[in-house]
C-alpha cells in the first residue's frame, strides 16, 4: 500500500478499495492517520484533504491522546507487568520487556511524556496485552459459554478503538486486547455482554434483561466500565 509522508502527521498509510466512492481520512487508535480512496483516484485527493481538514485532525489526535494512557513510573501494565524507568548514557531512549517489567532506558534529553518514547512503550504495552489477551480471553469466554448454554463460533482479537468487544450475525465475537487492563469482573461483564449478542443482535429491553439474568450487577458494571478507555 502506498504511504505519503507529512511533516506534521507523519506517515500516512493509503489504502485502496473498490467500494470506496470518496477520500476518507481516519485516525487510528496509535494516533496514526490513514486514508483510503477508490481505485485509480490520485494520490493527491488525499494530501489535499489533509491539507483542507488540518485543524480537524489536529483536534482528533488531540481528543485520541487525551483518552490514552498516561505512563508513569511503576504503574501496572496489564495483569503481570509493571513500567520501570532507568537512565541511560546512550543518545536514544530504548524499551524492551523484560520477565515482569517493561523497561524504559530513558535518554537524558527524554521524558515519558516525548511523543516517540510514549510510542515506544505503547508498542510493549501492545505486544503485552495481545499476549495476555490471547492466553485467558478465550478460555474465559469458553467458560462462561459453556455455564450459560451460550454458543459461538469463533473468537478474534482486535484493538479497535471505541470497542470493547463486538459480535457478529455469524457469530465470531471479537474482543480488544485493551479488555486486559480492566477488572477481571469488567472483563466477565464484556464477555457476558457479546455472548447475549449471539441471541439478541441488538440493544433491546430483551437484549438488557437477558444480560441481567446472567450478570445481575450488570448495570453497575456498564457505569463502571464508562470511565474506562479501549485505548492501548
Same mark, same amino acid.
Given at each position: 500500500m502506498p504511504t505519503i509522508h507529512d511533516p506534521e502527521f507523519g506517515d500516512i498509510v493509503v489504502r485502496r478499495s473498490k467500494r470506496a466512492?470518496?477520500?476518507?481520512?481516519?485516525?487510528?487508535?496509535?494516533?496514526?492517520? &490513514?486514508?483510503?480512496?477508490?481505485?485509480?483516484?490520485?494520490? =493527491?485527493? *488525499?494530501?489535499?484533504?489533509?491539507?483542507?481538514?488540518? /485543524?480537524e485532525l489536529q483536534s482528533l489526535i488531540a481528543?485520541?491522546?487525551? /483518552?490514552?494512557? #498516561?505512563?508513569?513510573?511503576?504503574?501496572?501494565?496489564?495483569?503481570? #507487568? &509493571?513500567? *520501570?524507568? =532507568?537512565? !541511560?548514557?546512550?543518545n536514544t531512549s530504548h524499551v524492551v520487556r523484560q520477565d515482569t517489567s517493561i523497561v524504559v532506558y530513558l535518554a537524558a534529553s527524554d521524558t515519558l511524556d516525548t511523543p516517540h518514547v510514549r510510542k515506544l512503550i505503547q508498542? %510493549?504495552?501492545?505486544?503485552?496485552?495481545?499476549? %495476555?489477551?490471547?492466553?485467558?480471553?478465550?478460555?474465559q469466554l469458553a467458560y462462561l459459554a459453556e455455564k450459560y448454554g451460550f454458543t459461538y463460533e469463533r473468537v478474534r482479537f482486535s484493538h479497535a478503538g471505541g470497542r470493547w468487544g463486538s459480535c457478529s450475525s455469524s457469530g465470531t465475537i471479537s474482543l480488544?486486547?485493551? =479488555?486486559? +487492563?480492566?477488572? !477481571?469482573?469488567?472483563?466477565?461483564?464484556?464477555?457476558? $455482554? %457479546?455472548?447475549? #449478542?449471539?441471541?439478541?443482535?441488538? $440493544?433491546?429491553?430483551?437484549?438488557?434483561?437477558?444480560? %441481567?439474568?446472567?450478570?445481575?450487577?450488570?448495570?453497575? $458494571? &456498564?457505569?463502571?466500565? +464508562?470511565? /474506562?478507555h479501549p485505548y492501548v
Open positions: 466512492r470518496s477520500v476518507k481520512l481516519k485516525v487510528t487508535p496509535d494516533g496514526a492517520l &490513514r486514508a483510503s480512496l477508490p481505485m485509480y483516484a490520485p494520490l =493527491l485527493l *488525499v494530501k489535499r484533504l489533509i491539507q483542507q481538514s488540518r /485543524e481528543a485520541q491522546q487525551s /483518552e490514552a494512557p #498516561h505512563y508513569v513510573t511503576g504503574m501496572p501494565l496489564g495483569k503481570s #507487568h &509493571r513500567l *520501570v524507568v =532507568l537512565t !541511560t548514557i546512550e508498542t %510493549e504495552h501492545q505486544k503485552l496485552l495481545r499476549i %495476555e489477551a490471547k492466553a485467558y480471553l478465550p478460555r480488544n486486547i485493551a =479488555l486486559m +487492563k480492566l477488572d !477481571t469482573t469488567l472483563i466477565d461483564y464484556v464477555l457476558i $455482554h %457479546e455472548l447475549c #449478542h449471539t441471541r439478541q443482535m441488538n $440493544h433491546s429491553s430483551a437484549f438488557w434483561s437477558l444480560v %441481567e439474568a446472567y450478570d445481575p450487577n450488570f448495570k453497575q $458494571h &456498564r457505569a463502571a466500565l +464508562k470511565q /474506562e
